[in-house]
């Protein structure tokens, strides 16, 4: 949990939490600058590779191919 997280709770909630599992707070100031959380980067690294596309994957084969003659 992000240290500014932990002092946003009201001491209620931090007992709560503490009577099923240890706190544990860190900084990110870096991460939290760019609107990132803890929970952001470790989706990152979890998260499975997603396949690489390029512009031209986004086009048509129909488009790529040269027109048909109509008669």
């Known amino acids: 949990m992000l240290r500014r997280a932990l002092a946003s709770l009201t001491p209620s909630q931090k007992t709560t939490i503490k009577d099923s599992c240890k706190i544990l707070a860190v900084e990110v100031p870096t991460i939290e600058l760019a609107g990132g959380s803890v929970r952001c980067m470790i989706a990152g690294i979890h998260l499975s590779l997603r396949p ?7 086009i048509s084969s129909a488009a790529s191919s040269p027109a048909k003659a109509t008669a």
Do not use: L, N, P
């Open 52 to 58: 690489r596309t390029s512009v031209a994957d986004g």
